[in-house]
């Protein structure tokens, strides 16, 4: 997996500006931010993708998600927020290691494109 970009964030070897970790999950700021704040939350352990993770580690799924919560407070985002996870070329994934995108500090309009 040495090619999977957020793979070497995990590993420390591409910088990254985080504001949330623990032992299962990171979480760090967007390179291209579309909204105020935008954190993206990912487990360490490598996943494809939602569905992925969901099948072969649910548990983690749900700290993936515990985490994107504690961040948006973290960050301060009791006006509201969003959390997204695109999946596949119809959702628009990039990068395939699973993360959730947490978009707040702006009212978001719906629905997405
Ligand atoms: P998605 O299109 O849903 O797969 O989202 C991938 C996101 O990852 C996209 O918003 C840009 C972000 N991204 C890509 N490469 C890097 C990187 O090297 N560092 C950081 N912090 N974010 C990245």
Redesign the pocket.
Known sequence: MSAC??CE?VAGK?P??VVLETEHVLA?????P?APT?V?VIPREHHDNLTSLVTHNPDLAAKVFTAASDAAVLEGLEGGYRV???IGDD??????HM?L?VLGGRSLTWPPG
Do not use: K
Request: hydrophobic residues 40%.
């Open positions: 970009i957020f964030i591409i990254a500006t760090f700021r967007d390179i291209s579309q935008h993206l997204v996870s695109n959702g628009g994934q990039t990068v395939d993360h995108h």
